[in-house]
């Protein structure tokens, strides 16, 4: 069993900057990615960024040269940065991890942009 606790979200101004992340507990493979999702009120979950074991990063669109997806490795944490943040990044973000056919989702942290 796979567990996920998320941290670092919170409100912040526009252009301002938060840092997320999220420790995974429990049997971890070589095999697995970890990622980040979000969902804004009324709108579908939809991924932000994951990245392999190995290193091999994905990202949509939106945030790309905003956000950077990391891993620790040997302490099974992922983690986003996030710069430039604008208002429609305003969400609540999931940690992901896949492995062995399984999915993870950790409980969600809320991100507000606002002034």
């Known amino acids: 069993q796979v567990q996920l606790d998320e941290s670092g979200g919170g409100l912040v101004q526009p252009g301002g900057s938060l840092r997320l992340s999220c420790a995974a507990s429990?049997?971890?493979?070589?095999?697995?990615?970890m990622g980040w999702y979000r969902q804004a009120p009324g709108k579908e979950r939809e991924l932000v960024a994951d990245?392999?074991?190995?290193?091999?990063?994905k990202y949509r669109d939106s945030v790309k040269g905003r956000f950077t997806i990391s891993r620790d490795n040997t302490k099974n944490v992922v983690y986003l940065q996030m710069n430039s943040l604008r208002p429609e990044d305003t969400a609540v973000y999931y940690c992901?991890?896949?492995?062995?056919?399984?999915?993870?989702w950790g409980q969600g942290t809320q991100v507000t942009v606002s002034s």
């Open positions: 429990g049997t971890i493979f070589s095999i697995s990615t």
């Open positions: 990245i392999t074991f190995t290193g091999y990063k």
């Open positions: 992901k991890l896949e492995q062995s056919r399984l999915t993870y």
